[in-house]
DNA sequence: TTGAAAGCGCTAACAA
DNA sequence: TTGTTAGCGCTTTCAA
């Protein structure tokens, strides 16, 4: 690996000279230029990118902090985080915290700020506290999915509507007649979910249907979980005619859970989700789901934090201290609306049709 | 973000005790070790890492080289990678080249050697060229999936005996008394799936089984891709008994051809895959496959990598001229023998059956 | 338009 | 046991 100096060795010049005409600073003259990059190209040269990092105090990589690289959703938003920090120049370095707080601790603990110029995270459980400290110390932090666009938290973050989504899920339940509803919610503990599973129930509310206690259970963001509680639900309520889950994964564990139990998906049982990931347009019969806008979200989150980045170092402090700088970038930003995918998993329930 | 001087004055020592402590390098006092740490802890020091890959001549970042992780694939690949290099003390680059070798060749030129000290390779498409560039130039690089474990690439690679994952498979078709066999094959520009593709045919032809060339299609790595190919292969040849796909997404997909065309499976159709990706259990009906030991394969790969890159220097340009040096790593590592899971997706063909 | 020089934060001989 | 001294490869004033 040759280095600055060498090129800048064989063109005759120094390495300021080189460096200039390698990020086009300063005035170089023509022939001077023609030298160098000749002598960059006969050398093979490419900047060592630890080096520059260190000389400009700033590295070129951004931290994707996630819970489990291993659920679908998350690749699917990785390969667009992974898109657009390209375009800026800038790589991901993928952190899987495995739900481990403590995980999550040693990631920021050791890269932010020293290897990665800034931190995205998504859904990742990872204590506020950690969060805010690594703002504190100068490492933009940025919150990918914040559920709820009316009451943000302390954090940048990029939000989507999901109480919307509940809703419009609600809505088509309820529009194509269904009145024995159940509804599968994600885990109770990380409080994750709260939002659909509010705009949920209000607009069930708001049409006169109860969703009894009953009706609900909490589980993890898997097929099987999603398997688990239809089939408990489905015991327990045989009339049920139609499924909400939070999440599209536990809705395509319904539809297994109904196959196992030989009701028809959605002669029998209607089943609808949330998120809308490449499986749910593969499964059988597809599903029916609320779309989020998954990869613009993920292309705001990366545009938010690079503005964090690039914002002139006062501003740091002035948000530190509360208040916002003057040409401080807004801390929120809110992606475009869920919308419903009406696919195979959902039709009238029976007695209704015909 | 406080540095080592600032931790050293604090402890009315220079910086280089400050190091020493740190790495546990040369004899430190006790008393001044503890007034270090004492100051390490009051100031919230952390490491500088990118002044510290510079200072090392050594980044801790690894390159994960994948074509897309959103196939269902290469996140738990990926997980399983990211795990065994954090254990290693290494960060995880993700870079995904989309199948564009230029793609690739852009992500291997910028951060090969400056911003990551090796680079692991997954199905990402590359250049072979290039790959052997980054190599001369001091880079390791490591074949993450090698198909044929005897007969290595000119790169160090983790090998996997693909061959004998399609021979279980045949046999396993075989010993259920299915001779109606149709295969689908792993894109045929890419010449990927060959290995398994043949020990596949092989073990049929040694049953006395023929597979007609109309009885084999190539498709792509995808649920839709096994779908359109199983449709096109069941409707040319109804008699089919069983289907064999390359990998499990198109196995997957066959299966939903199957429902679509009213064949139950395993009843009507058997349908068998290769790699068993979490996917596979959680189809309906769950599927059977040959188990590839992807979470071995992934901590080898790490661990070769980690190898080569800590060898001493004077053997990489052994290695470059083609011998081996004294004690370098072996280039090649052959992971443990793919395994069949028998699930749900297989049964005896109906005439033979009772 | 180009060069000289300092320094980013850390490591690693080598001296003391 | 600790300090001194050079860098690692690059950027960036400031002078020339």
Redesign the pocket.
Known sequence: ????????ARA?????????V??N?????????QRVLDAVAALG????????A????RAPTIALMVSSIANPFYPEFALAVERAARISGRFVIICNTNQDPLAGRAYLEQIAG?LSEGVLVMNANLDFDDLHQTEARGTPVVLCMWERPLDPPGLPCVAVDFRRAGELAARHLLELGHRQIVAIVGSKRAGIHAARYEGFVDALRAAGVKLPRTCVRHAPDTIEGGYAAARELLELHPATTAIFASNDLPALGSIHAAFDLRRDVPADLSVIGITDIQLARQSRPPLTTVQVPTVEAAEMAVSLLRELIERPPHTHQAARRGGRAAHEPPRVRVASEPTLIVRGSTSAPRRVRG
Chains 1, 2 share one sequence.
Request: hydrophobic letters at 35%; glycine letters at 10%; proline letters at 2%.
């Open positions: 690996m040759s280095t600055l100096s060498e090129v800048a005759g010049v120094t390495s300021a000279t080189v460096s200039n390698l990020r600073r300063g005035r170089v003259g023509d022939e001077t230029r040269y490419r900047p060592h990118l630890a080096a520059r260190l000389a400009e105090g020293t």
